[in-house]
T-cell receptor, first 111, second 113 residues
Framework: DSGVTQTPKHLITATGQRVTLRCSPR?????VYWYQQSLDQGLQFLIQ???????AKGNILERFSAQQFPDLHSELNLSSLELGDSALYFC??????????FGEGSRLTVL | GENVEQHPSTLSVQEGDSAVIKCTYSDSASNYFPWYKQELGKRPQLIIDIRSNVGEKKDQRIAVTLNKTAKHFSLHITETQPEDSAVYFC????????????FGTGTLLAVQP
């Protein structure tokens, strides 16, 4: 158990819909990261937050947005979903530059 | 660019043999190079990392080497065992203190018993 909690574990929805993925970081970690892992693909960096502020942005689509709340949990919002958005979405947390602790991931299936 | 290139994409070895996975990075400011192991259906987990002030680090059967001049770093696994079978990802940070960790495309290692 990494200490990072992601919900939901699985989610099936239809094209055009909107979903929210939730992440609770390890106790004490201020940084939260979101990664997308498609079938047979690597880990694509989406976005990083540090103590509530956006710190770095990767290849995150405009249809996607995220935020980190005062209690440090984070949400990734995916809207106008397309078939190609089907993937495993990982959240990770860290203290600072160093080891990332990944959650178990949220598997999104868009039909 | 922001690429971290990783080779090979797949690697099959016999149990007991060594395995080597190589990565190159582009950002000369990168100073931290981790390796993650992802077993099937599981989350990625850190197995070893190295910082730019050393050239090699070992932890039992695994080691990482770093060549900052050439912007290369490699993972070495000796005496491979079937439980080493997994996807291995290298990573390097982009942008200094932001810790925007860019991952390589992964290497599927299969250890044949």
């Amino acid at each position: 158990d990494s200490g990072v909690t992601q919900t939901p574990k699985h989610l099936i929805t239809a094209t055009g819909q909107r979903v929210t993925l939730r992440c609770s970081p390890r106790s004490g970690d201020l940084s939260v990261y979101w990664y997308q892992q498609s079938l047979d693909q690597g880990l694509q960096f989406l976005i990083q937050y540090y103590n509530g502020e956006e710190r770095a942005k990767g290849n995150i689509l405009e249809r996607f947005s995220a935020q980190q709340f005062p209690d440090l949990h984070s949400e990734l919002n995916l809207s106008s979903l397309e078939l190609g958005d089907s993937a495993l979405y990982f959240c990770a947390s860290s203290v600072d530059v160093g080891e990332l602790f990944f959650g178990e991931g949220s598997r999104l299936t868009v039909l | 660019g922001e690429n971290v290139e990783q080779h090979p994409s797949t690697l099959s070895v016999q149990e007991g043999d060594s395995a080597v996975i190589k990565c190159t990075y582009s950002d000369s400011a990168s100073n931290y190079f981790p390796w993650y192991k992802q077993e099937l259906g599981k989350r990625p987990q850190l197995i070893i990392d190295i910082r730019s002030n050393v050239g090699e680090k070992k932890d039992q059967r695994i080691a990482v080497t770093l060549n900052k001049t050439a912007k290369h770093f490699s993972l070495h696994i000796t005496e491979t065992q079937p439980e080493d079978s997994a996807v291995y990802f290298c990573a390097a940070p982009k942008g200094g203190a932001t810790n925007k960790l860019i991952f390589g495309t992964g290497t599927l290692l299969a250890v044949q018993p």
